[in-house]
Every structure is written in C-alpha cells, then in structure tokens.
C-alpha cells in the first residue's frame, strides 16, 4: 500500500543550543552541552507509526522502519514522496518486529514474540520465515532483538536471555555465538543492538552496562566505549551505528539523547532534534551522505540528522 508522504522541519548543519530536559541528568564540565539540530521529520499522511522501535537503509536510501504497534514494516522514499506499508506475515498474526536489515533485494526482521527471521523482498512482498530460532543448535533457548547483516550475508543477533551475540554464516549456521553475562571486557548484560561496522568488526550496545563493546568478526574483545578517561552518558543503550570515519552514534531511549563518541571511543556530544520534546530514540541509522535517521517512539516518528 503506497501513501503519500510528508515531512516538517528543514537542515540546520550548524545550529547549537542548549537543551532544556529536567530528565536529562546534569551536565558537568567535562561534558559538552547537548547539539540541537533541525530534522527533516518523516510523517505518512495515512500511515501513522505507533511505536517506531528499529530503523534501516537500503543502497537507494529508501528509509525502512520496525514498527510495534501495530506490528509492521513500512518504508519511506524521500525522492518518490511516498511511503509504503509492507505485507503483513498473515500466518504470524503476534508478529513482533524488534530490529530490521536490508541487504541485496530482501528486507529482515527479528520476530522477538516467536523468536523467528522473516524476510521480505525490496518491493514489500513477504516472502517466508527464513529461521526459527528454536532450531539453532544451542542449548538455551535463543531470545533474539537485535539484527544486521553483513555484504557477505552473515547475519549477527543479539540474545537477550543469554547476554549473547550470535552470528550466523550465508547458510544459516551458527559460525560463532560470544558472550556471557557480567561486566569485565568481553561480558555483557541484556545486549540489545548489534551492527557490523565499515571494518567488518562487531559493535554492540551492552545495555545492562550502561556501555558499548567492539568485538572482532570471530568475537574477540577488542575495545569499550566510552574509552578509559573519558565521561560515561550512557544509561541505556539499546542501539548503535558505526560511520566511515570512525565515529559512533548510540540510541539511548533512557538518556532521551542520541551521543556521538569519536573514533578513538571518547565522548564528543549529546544530539536531539530541535523541537523534539519528550525524545525517546530507539534505533539509529547512518546514510552514506552523512545524514543519521533516528526511530523516536515518544514522538512516533523518524527524524533525520545532518551530522556529517
């Protein structure tokens, strides 16, 4: 189903502000003061997201988007001015999208109720259930919510039950599942985001420590964020996006900010969108022209960020 679309708001590269939000805590002088920028704000006339939890981008920056309530996929496409709301898994009727990735011509999405993968084509067709996690040979049950997926095809998910990261080859076999609950380098606790970044490693929000990690590809620890030495405004970070350059952008729905720390894990800034009281981000997404897209479920909406 294709509607049209419509946006508020305009780019602002260089607008800085402080933000007035007695939720947020206090800053100190180490921490730098949030950056207020304008936001183009993705509305659908017809199509009124709920609960919009993950965001992605496919190659042509179609903006595609998890929505829990009601539970769906629906994409956005700036260029066409249109939005278009994906086929509904009619066999799944307590389908429950928690994270979503595109590549090549298919769409993904974790189905957290019945802790499944589905697919989709890029046109919105569903297409089938490409996993059932209860098939996976391991020997907890698996709790899937976070997703990517690499140019390669293999595909990594967070495991909330077991503080686990799962990651799977093209053919759908456990390559190499890491993790175990606790707080020391390499542990984690409840990991609610995992992504691929450009360098092929593994970034992920350990959401229970307030922090995220980097691992290799095969699961070696290989750093924290924030780095040592540097202030900590995480509280609870569910999602995070690796550009180019180095820099990450972490979703912190408890903080009500999206932060920016720099390639070498120190903390840079705290983001939010002018006008975007009360913010809550879920999920953050980086376009290749430096524009960060960010699902925003106390507003129930998508906003994009010139950050680059």
Sequence with gaps: MRFRLAWTGCWLAAACAPASDATHPAH???VPADTVLSALTFRCDRVALGAPVAVCLDFGGTVIVA????????????GALTCTEF???AARPAFQ??????????VYAVDETNRMLLRWDSSGAYRDVLLSFEELAQRRRVSPCGLDVDASGRLAVTDVENHQIIVLDSYLDVDVAFGNYGSFPGQLDTP??????PRGELLVADTGNARLQVFSDA??????????GSPNPLRRPRRAVAGEDGRVYVADPLARRVFEFGADGAFVRALVPEGAEPFEPTDVALGRDGTL?????????VHALKVM
Excluded: C, E, M, N
């Excluded at 609610?192 to 970044?197: A, D, E, P, R």
């Design 293 to 301: 897209y960010v699902t925003d479920t106390a507003r129930k909406v």
């Design 192 to 197: 609610q985001g995992v992504s691929f970044t």
């Design 67 to 78: 929505d829990a309530s009601p539970p769906r996929l629906v994409a956005y496409d700036a």
């Design 219 to 228: 699961g070696q620890p290989r750093r924290v964020i924030p780095a040592s």
């Design 28 to 30: 100190t002088s180490s």
């Design 97 to 106: 999208p928690s994270d979503a990735s595109v590549r090549g011509f298919f």
């Design 87 to 89: 086929q509904s898994p």
